[in-house]
């Protein structure tokens, strides 16, 4: 299973951008995709995900409530995640992440700046 993401850049504070990542490969039972950032000198930390079958709503880290939504095509297996009222704290390596019964797997990684 592959994760390819990509979407990340440099944008000014207050501004968007959008971010996606495609899974690949044969895949069982995907039970979430999501999006995790690391920021420099810090742990690696939930941004958002979002569970199968639609039952359950997303999850979403206290820090992007109301500023990020993530989003998901089941038919691409392809998760989006769109970043609206960019601060720059959110300035991080964000990556993609997939949990598929008990597999884990996670993209490459790319790089979000937020700064004027």
């Known amino acids: 299973v592959q994760l390819q993401a990509s979407g990340g850049g440099l944008v000014q504070p207050g501004g968007s951008l959008g971010l996606s990542c495609s899974a690949s490969g044969t895949i069982f039972r995907i039970n979430t995709m999501g999006w995790y950032r690391q920021a420099p000198g810090k742990q690696r930390e939930l941004v958002a995900r979002?569970?199968?079958?639609?039952?359950?709503?997303?999850q979403y880290a206290d820090s992007v409530k109301g500023r990020f939504t993530i989003s998901r095509d089941n038919t691409k297996n392809t998760v989006y995640l769109q970043m609206n009222s960019l601060k720059p704290e959110d300035t991080a390596v964000y990556y993609c992440?997939?949990?598929?019964?008990?597999?884990?797997?996670w993209g490459q990684g790319t790089l979000v700046t937020v700064s004027s």
């Open positions: 979002i569970p199968s079958g639609g039952r359950l709503p997303p």
């Open positions: 992440h997939l949990s598929a019964g008990s597999n884990v797997y």
